[in-house]
């Protein structure tokens, strides 16, 4: 447990991505087992108990400490986990701290009404960094600073390989991880996963830019509409379904309705929409369905859920993603002829004669839930990653108001000593109403710049939220608008993000909510497709 915290201790201050990778390649080699393959499951977020809760661990700091000082101090750590940490009032013991396995051996089999005290004797038995540690881990929410993808490729360096070639068998495994740990050292063969459904690692595309778009020849490129969905994986076999998303994380109890359309044996690469009737709707649609276990009978008539597919990556036991875009694409149609699964259709290629004409396209698909293009090399093979020079994305640009700063409330982790979460709103006659927030899109010296400004103009406070005095207008980017009867001003932004400070500009000359009215998308579908 000592050497686990060390690990998280360390990643916590080191900012290097490298360093990161560096740190959690030399845990995974030097740790025994199980110790390492319990580790890899919390970093990689595999880990979970049912039992343990964050209220409890906020029931034990409310009977150790004084509840008004611990509001105040989780209000300016901003984590739950650190906070009880570092106020945790120990009472002298002589037992050592829990071991990594016994820490989960009882979190899994302990019975409820125990959980409690046999946490706060691990806290009592433990320091500030190893109460942080086991904290973190009963949580399950470590935020160091490591992800899934940054412990894959620490094993990668272990067994001299790719971390897409740890990607392609991962899903097939489960903690300690023996097999696998087994295989990178050279004791064991690959792991196979037969015919588990395993995650395989996306295609992805670069940002199109001026300087690209010169050089592009039409003849050998293809379009497609890029929908304002999620990209995902559909994995059938023999072994089991899975609905992935493009991190790889499994979100097949979302949308069951998809679960059951594939009945099939193949893994198909597409766009998670809810669609009504043939007509795609906003994201704020999806954004109802999405992060859920489960979903109701109710919510899925609600916000039915389809499958715009983009290529097929596996036909049965076939692997085809060495084949060229355009054989892919035949292989495609030949399939969804063949099989027709009910919530699917085939997103279809745009015919253009020019990037000229693709443009004009493009600015034009702005009201159809549509955030741009995707343009792919007619002789691509579909490759794990992000390789410049074959997929391309044309995203169109993004819409903009200037809005008054409302309210402020601190971030969380780093920046939970900054006021960096923002209200901002539009005027509405002579009464400003609060349109969105946003918590990113500025420097960290934009970031300093508000934090001092909001401390000045503070007006009021509720909690952990400050109202501000209505003077600083700040310019909001967002990619679309959407009406919304969730809000008070009957409209929702997505992905709002502060574009820049415009201390030039007066509030009383902001935008009108009038003005965000008339940017809510319509739900018409483009024309020009094949």
């Known amino acids: 447990m000592i050497a686990f915290a060390d690990l998280l201790e360390r990643l916590v201050f080191t900012p290097s991505r490298n360093a990161k990778v560096a740190l959690l390649r030399r845990y995974f080699a030097t740790a025994p087992d199980p110790d390492r393959g319990i580790a890899l499951a919390a970093v990689t977020g595999e880990l979970g108990f049912t039992a343990a809760k964050p209220g409890l661990i906020r029931d034990l700091a409310a009977a150790r400490t004084d509840p008004v000082l611990f509001d105040w101090s989780y209000d300016y750590v901003g984590d739950l986990a650190e906070t009880v940490a570092l106020m945790w009032p120990v009472s002298p013991t002589n037992a050592p701290p829990p071991s990594l396995p016994e820490v989960v051996e009882a979190l899994e089999t302990a019975p409820k009404a125990a959980l409690a005290g046999i946490v706060a004797g691990w806290l009592d038995a433990a320091d500030a960094s190893t109460r942080l540690a086991l904290l973190k881990l009963i949580t399950g929410s470590l935020r160091v600073g490591a992800s899934a993808r940054l412990a894959k490729l620490a094993l990668a360096e272990i067994g001299g390989i790719t971390a897409d070639e740890v990607e392609e068998v991962w899903h097939g495994l489960a903690p300690p991880y023996a097999p696998l740990f087994a295989w990178l050292e050279g004791r064991g063969d690959r792991p196979d996963p037969l015919d588990a459904p395993v995650f395989r690692p996306p295609m992805l595309a670069h940002p199109l830019e001026a300087s690209d778009m010169a050089v592009l020849q039409p003849e050998h490129w293809r379009a497609e509409w890029k929908w304002d969905g999620i990209r995902v994986q ?297």
């Open 234 to 530: 559909l994995v059938a076999t023999a072994g089991g379904k899975r609905l992935f998303s493009r991190g790889a994380e499994d979100i097949s109890g979302a949308f069951p309705e998809i679960l059951e359309a594939m009945d099939f044996n193949a893994v198909l690469d597409g766009e998670l929409l809810v669609v009504r009737e043939g007509v795609v709707a906003p994201f704020a649609d999806l954004q109802q369905r999405l992060n859920r276990k489960a979903v109701t009978a109710r919510m899925m008539e609600q916000y039915p859920a389809a499958i715009r597919l983009y290529d097929l990556l596996f036909e049965g036991h076939e692997d085809v993603r060495a084949l060229p875009f355009d054989a892919r694409r035949t292989c495609l149609e030949a399939w969804y002829a063949r099989t027709r699964p009910p919530r699917m259709e085939l997103s279809a290629l745009i015919r253009f004669a020019s990037v000229a004409e693709l443009g004009a396209l493009r600015d034009g698909a702005r009201a159809a839930s549509i955030e741009g293009l995707m343009l792919k090399r007619a002789d691509s093979a579909y490759v794990a990653g992000r390789i410049k020079g074959l997929w391309w994305k044309w995203k169109r640009d993004p819409l903009t108001v200037d809005a008054v700063l409302m309210y402020a409330q601190r971030g969380h982790g780093k920046r939970s000593s900054y006021y960096s979460d923002y209200t901002f709103g539009l005027w509405r006659g002579d009464e400003l109403v609060p349109v969105g927030k946003a918590y990113f899109g500025f420097t960290d010296q934009e970031l300093a710049f508000l934090d001092r400004w909001i401390r000045n103009h503070t007006t009021a406070r509720f909690g952990p939220v400050r109202e501000v005095e209505k003077s600083l207008v700040l310019e909001v980017a967002f990619d679309a608008a959407q009406l919304s009867t969730r809000h008070k001003s009957g409209v929702a932004m997505r992905f709002p993000r502060i574009a820049r400070i415009r201390t030039d500009k007066p509030a009383a000359e902001a935008d009108r909510l009038e003005s965000l009215m008339a940017l809510v998308e319509n739900r018409a579908e483009p024309a020009s497709v094949d």
